[in-house]
């Protein structure tokens, strides 16, 4: 089983970039902490971050063929970009949408996700925990359909 975990915008900053909210964790640490669980779990992953939309839609629509899932933090594009959302619709892979913070207890804007429409689920509020439960339910969903289709 092979997992694309996409990374959206600002992400790269983890660490540094509002540690009140998002914690003090950098994306090398979430992303060694992810491979370590998809080690245990038997399954591989991939990693993309980028802050541009276009990039993101790109790695999204590379994933048909070679991916049986998709992790994504799309980041500020959960509230955006409609392109991410028809991508993760168009490849037709299991989508877990993630979020460090939880984006219902923040500003209104942010409560609206485009991207949860065309997910599996979305886990949000947990800090990095989220990409780990977040991989875990993927991976059970994939095992699941396997199972169902065999």
């Known amino acids: 089983m092979n997992i694309l975990v996409v990374h959206g915008p600002n992400l790269n900053l983890l660490g540094m970039r509002e540690p009140g909210i998002y914690g003090t964790f950098t994306l090398e640490r979430i992303n060694g902490a992810i491979a370590e669980l998809a080690a245990e779990l038997g399954c591989t992953v991939s990693f993309v971050q980028s802050n541009s939309e276009g990039s993101l839609v790109d790695a999204i629509q590379q994933a048909s063929g070679g991916f049986d899932g998709i992790l994504i933090n799309p980041a500020a ?8 959302r028809d991508a993760l619709a168009a490849v037709a892979l299991p989508v877990v949408e993630v979020h ?51």
């Open 100 to 150: 460090l913070s939880n984006i219902h207890r923040r500003e209104e804007f942010r409560h609206h996700s485009f991207i949860a429409p065309v997910a599996v689920g979305q886990i949000s509020g947990f800090g990095p925990d989220s990409y780990l439960l977040g991989v875990r339910a993927l991976f059970n969903h994939i095992k699941k359909e396997i199972v169902t289709q065999a």
């Open 77 to 84: 594009y959960t509230h955006t970009s409609v392109a991410i």
